[in-house]
């Protein structure tokens, strides 16, 4: 049980365009999502939480207007990273939990590894 | 101030082994849980064992154990009997009682297991 779906799992994508990526909790309602990126070898740093209904609440330094997220149903957060330049290039991990309590781990996505060329 | 600590970037260890990764952690809350993650070179993230800040035992999940030092604030994870397939990073994690908290991660050691 617990499982979380993103896609795609690789995106190569020329600057100035946008791109989408979908978080998906298959087999529980998630109330709570959270968008993490990850820089080769580096530590997986949170970039928002994203709460169906609401608007997602962003970490400091993380820019909302590059960085959207919608949170549109229980089982759903997506993130697009738009007008993307090569920086933007990373790894993107979503996870979520089926309880949002400190005893509940969170369930990850396996990740899309972003190429902005 | 880091609330997760790993200070061991890289750890070696042969097979059939044991091994520990060190974690210190901060925090004021007297409710959180601590979590041990394990990624491959693939990318995902696998649970691998839980500690709570009130539980009195050293959580177990099969070949993983959690020495956990709450005065001490350290939640130390041992890997018994090392496999090469053990061979990934590993992530010390820490969730705090407020609501809707995220895990908020260590950075990572990378442990290399060799026959």
């Known amino acids: ?117 | 101030a880091q609330k997760i600590t790993q200070t061991q970037p890289g750890m070696f260890v042969q097979e059939k082994e044991a091994v520990t990764l060190d974690c210190t952690y901060d925090t004021s809350d007297p409710s959180y849980g601590l979590f041990w993650y394990k990624q491959p070179s693939s990318g995902e993230m696998i649970f691998l064992i839980y500690q709570g800040s009130y539980d009195q035992q050293n959580a177990t999940e099969g070949r993983y154990s959690l020495n956990f030092q709450k005065a001490r604030k350290s939640a130390n994870l041992v890997i018994s009997a090392s496999q090469l397939g053990d061979s990934a990073m590993y992530f010390c994690a820490m969730r705090e009682a407020q609501a809707g908290t995220a895990l908020i991660f260590g950075k990572g050691t990378t442990l290399s297991v060799s026959s």
């Not at chain 1, 959270?34 to 709460?51: E, G, V």
């Not at chain 1, 609401?54 to 207007?65: N, R």
């Not at chain 1, 990273?81 to 309590?101: L, Q």
Request: charged content about 20%; aromatic content about 8%.
């Open chain 1, 1 to 117: 049980g617990a499982v979380v779906s993103q896609h795609p799992s690789r995106v190569i994508c020329k600057s100035g365009t946008s791109v989408k990526i979908e978080c998906r909790s298959l087999d529980f309602q998630a109330t709570t999502m959270f968008w993490y990126r990850q820089f080769p070898k580096k530590s997986l740093m949170l970039m928002a939480t994203s709460n169906e209904g609401s608007k997602a609440t962003y970490e400091q330094g993380v820019e909302k207007d590059k960085f959207l997220i919608n949170h549109a149903s229980l089982t759903l957060s997506t993130l697009t990273v738009t007008s993307a330049h090569p920086e933007d290039s990373s790894f993107y991990i979503c996870s979520a939990s089926n309880r949002d309590t400190s005893n509940s781990p969170l369930h990850f996505g396996n990740g899309t590894r972003l190429t902005v060329t």
